[in-house]
């Protein structure tokens, strides 16, 4: 079992910055794939950015890449998801998601992850 926790959402303007942290629970965290996801009212939850239990594997949405870091400390039990340059269109609520099963890569689809947070909302402003 594990938990996940988001904060650090909250509003900014276009243009800013914001650092999303997910805490989670549970022993294996060293040895999970994490991914972030958002959404929006009236639309799926879409894939954000993605890391490996070691950091080497990251993968990011066409939308965030060069914007958007994804970082981990796994002695904190920790995922972040540093936001640069934040355009109206990231404007979401963001979730953090963990699988049930220890894997070495990234996971980028929504199906693969069994923890899902509640949310911390981003809303960037013009």
């Known amino acids: 079992q594990v938990q996940v926790v988001e904060s650090g959402g909250g509003l900014v303007q276009a243009g800013g910055s914001l650092r999303l942290s997910c805490a989670a629970s549970?022993?294996?965290?060293?040895?999970?794939?994490m991914g972030w996801f958002r959404q929006t009212p009236g639309s799926d939850r879409e894939f954000v950015a993605t890391?490996?239990?070691?950091?080497?594997?990251?993968q990011y949405a066409d939308s965030v890449k060069g914007r958007f870091t994804i970082s981990r400390d796994n002695a904190k039990n920790t995922v972040y998801l540093q936001m640069n340059s934040l355009k109206l269109e990231d404007t979401a609520v963001y979730y953090c998601?963990?699988?049930?099963?220890?894997?070495?890569?990234?996971?980028?689809?929504?199906?693969?992850?069994?923890?899902w947070g509640h949310g911390t909302q981003v809303t960037v402003s013009s």
């Open positions: 890391i490996s239990w070691g950091g080497g594997c990251t």
């Open positions: 549970g022993r294996t965290f060293s040895r999970l794939a």
């Open positions: 998601a963990a699988p049930l099963a220890p894997f070495s890569g990234c996971l980028v689809l929504k199906g693969q992850y069994d923890y």
